[in-house]
């Protein structure tokens, strides 16, 4: 796989288990600090004010722009 693709599989088991083990708030905000640092996700509105989803282009441009 590639290392982007690694990163993204441990993000994914990481929340797994959050949600699996209802982890504290702190441990879920430890987790998205650590997504955000790494450029998988970004908190930001869409033009009609709802909830933006990156594409998987965007996502990991962000990505190679943190490295």
Same mark, same amino acid.
């Given at each position: =796989?590639? @290392?982007?693709?690694?990163?993204?599989?441990?993000? $994914? #088991? #990481?929340?797994?288990? %959050?949600?699996? +083990?209802?982890?504290?708030? @702190? &441990? #879920?905000? %430890?987790?998205? @600090?650590? %997504?955000?640092? @790494?450029?998988?996700?970004?908190? &930001?509105?869409?033009?009609?004010?709802?909830?933006? +989803? =990156?594409? $998987?282009?965007?996502?990991?441009?962000? =990505? &190679?722009?943190?490295?």
């Amino acid at each position: =796989m590639s @290392k982007h693709t690694d990163i993204l599989l441990d993000a $994914v #088991q #990481q929340i797994a288990a %959050i949600i699996y +083990y209802q982890m504290s708030m @702190k &441990e #879920q905000d %430890i987790w998205l @600090k650590d %997504i955000m640092e @790494k450029g998988i996700w970004m908190p &930001e509105e869409s033009d009609d004010g709802g909830t933006y +989803y =990156m594409s $998987v282009e965007e996502t990991l441009k962000n =990505m &190679e722009d943190k490295e």
